[in-house]
């Protein structure tokens, strides 16, 4: 019996997604897990898996749709099994129509500029519009020639205003003025829910790290050079034991019920092309720092070529953004909704340390918990915080 797939939900805050390129053809064979399309929301590009095996029978969207949630877009089936035709106009049109009609006339508008035989991709040419950059102007890297993502995000990292022709451009230091992409779009959407709908506290914690450190370099000298684990990657499998330990954090607020979440899956902030998105990685607490570390480094891949699964961004209930690649000492972090809490984490530092009246060299790391104020309070995420230090400062916990 054939079967519809519908335009997944991918986050609570989801409303559509924009089709960008369809994998599988009518006609062709598919089986249950295959990529059959890839889909662009505002967090990122996202290939869409088949939930069914059969032959395609009917794609109902174009490439290029902006397509509701939960609308139609496809059919599978058997191979040469009648289904009523489904056509586009029945497809549910987006709540915000006016939006909608305006992004189609943008990209009529523009494509009137550049030239209609300038070969790009859906994505190369959606970025291009956000960022008024004329494609005729451009040469492609991709196969023939053809203008790809990478094109236009090195273009738009230019000091240069790229959309000018060559021989308008000139030497002299101008304005640059670019539009916001929809994923910087979607995070201050977020941000600013965040930061104006939910009361946030603070409580920062200095952690000592020799053990760790040590511990870390001991592991790594047995593992081979791809499987290496990071210090985010004990700091994430200490979050989410001492989570088991403070249920009231891994949680969200519904009404007036807190939730407390059955699984532990721990949100792990990664920078992407225009901004940031989070990958999950799911039952943190029940995984090894191997399977952790392979888990974040196959997701954060996958999230900066624009290529995640809907999996890999949705079902965090508690996040982390570590900045200590960047030299950070400390920082706070906001909150991602609908969750409780947020782990901000700096830079691990070697500084002077008083210990036992001595002055000494020792490794010190600073993390700051924000926290919902709705749901907990300064005392239940200072415990957190100390919980967090036995298994920072006593790594051998995380391995038993």
Partial sequence: MAETINMPKLGFDMAEGLLVRWVKQV???????????????????????SSASGVVLQLIVDQGSIVPVNAPIAVIGAAGEKVASISVSSVPVSSDKSQVTSEKLQVTSYEAQSSSNVKASPLAKKIARE???????????????????????????????????????????????????????????????????????????????DALLDMRKQVNAFLADNEKVSVNDFILKGVALSLRQFPNLNAT????????????????????????????????????????????????????????????????????????????????????????????????????VVENGAVKIGWRMKATISVDHRISDGAEAAQFMQALAEFLENPVRMLV
């Fill in 131 to 209: 960022n008024k950059v004329d494609l005729s102007h451009i040469q492609g890297t991709g196969p023939g020639g053809r203008i790809v993502r990478r094109d236009i995000e090195k273009l738009v990292a230019s000091p240069l205003v790229a959309s000018q022709p060559a021989n308008q451009q000139t030497s002299q230091l101008v304005d640059k003025l670019t539009s916001t992409t929809k994923l910087r779009q979607a995070i201050g959407r977020r941000l600013v829910e965040s930061k104006t709908a939910i009361p946030h506290f603070y409580v920062t914690h200095e952690y000592k790290m």
């Fill in 253 to 352: 607020l519904k009404g007036n019920e807190v939730i407390q979440f059955g699984n532990v899956n721990v949100g792990v902030a990664v920078t992407v092309p225009g901004g940031l998105m989070t990958v999950v990685v799911k039952d943190t607490d029940q995984k090894t720092l191997r399977q952790i570390s392979g888990e974040v480094k196959a997701m954060a891949g996958r999230a900066r070529e624009g290529k995640v699964k809907p999996e890999d961004v949705d079902g965090s209930t508690f996040s982390t953004s570590n900045l200590g690649m960047y030299d950070v000492e400390n920082f706070t972090a906001i909150i991602n909704p609908p969750e409780a809490a947020i782990l901000a984490i700096g830079s691990a530092r070697e500084i002077p």
């Fill in 27 to 49: 006609g062709e064979n598919i089986n249950k897990g295959d990529v059959l399309a890839e889909i662009e929301t505002d967090k990122a590009t996202v290939e869409v898996e």
